[in-house]
Structure formats: structure tokens, C-alpha cells
């Protein structure tokens, strides 16, 4: 059974910083595309960020560039999300998610999700 199980979330005041993680359980994470989606409320979810299996490509919401950095250890089935300079927009449940295939629109697996508040 494939898990993603996210962590790291809090309150923090804008302009700090926050370090988010997801273990893969049960998962062959070399093969997957692992990626970040934000769901502030009453809005959809969208994606933050995402990284290529052999972490050689990634790619980034315009919002987010040059301020969020998206990294994986495959050897620890774990993908990271170092957000920095957080804005009060950044707040949202930032879910971790896994896909086969990087030009793969459909996203395969999901982790509950963890919260992000940010204040101004």
C-alpha cells in the first residue's frame, strides 16, 4: 500500500521560513515524480512545485520561484520543500503527491496534507 505521509507545517510570521517533508512508504520513488500542491480555502489546489525522479528537473509556480526550493533523497523515500520569505498568500494545506512520468497530468498518490499559516 502506497503511503505519503507529510510533516512541517505551522504558523510562522511573513518573511520566515519553513521546512516541509513527505515520506514515501511502500513506493518505488525512483520511479515517480514527486510534487507539492497548495489548497488555500475556498480555492483549488494548485501545484507549488514538482521534481523529476533522478531530481535533475524541476519546475516551479511563478508565485513561488526564487523562494521555495524542491529536493528529494531517494535513498530515504523523502522528498523536501524549503519555503523561504513566506508570504500571508502562501498559507494554504500543502499536500505531497506522486505521479509516474513527468508529463503525466494526472497525479497518482496523495498525503493528507499539512497545514501552512502564514502571518502578516
Known amino acids: 500500500q502506497v503511503q505519503l505521509v507529510e510533516s512541517g507545517g505551522g504558523l510562522v510570521q511573513a518573511g520566515g521560513s519553513l521546512r516541509l517533508s513527505c515520506q514515501g512508504s511502500?513506493?518505488?520513488?525512483?520511479?515517480?515524480?514527486m510534487g507539492w500542491h497548495r489548497q488555500a480555502a475556498g480555492k483549488e489546489r494548485n501545484l507549488v512545485a514538482a521534481?523529476?525522479?533522478?531530481?535533475?528537473?524541476?519546475k516551479y509556480a511563478d508565485s513561488v520561484k526564487d523562494r521555495f526550493t524542491i529536493t528529494r533523497d531517494n535513498a530515504k523515500n523523502s522528498t523536501y520543500l524549503q519555503m523561504n520569505d513566506l508570504k500571508p498568500e502562501d498559507t494554504g494545506i500543502y499536500y505531497c503527491?506522486?505521479?509516474?512520468?513527468?508529463?503525466?497530468?494526472?497525479?497518482?498518490?496523495w498525503g493528507q496534507g499539512t497545514q501552512v499559516t502564514v502571518s502578516a
Open positions: 503527491a506522486a505521479k509516474t512520468g513527468w508529463e503525466s497530468v494526472r497525479w497518482d498518490y
Open positions: 511502500g513506493i518505488l520513488s525512483i520511479i515517480y515524480t
Open positions: 521534481i523529476g525522479y533522478d531530481g535533475r528537473r524541476t
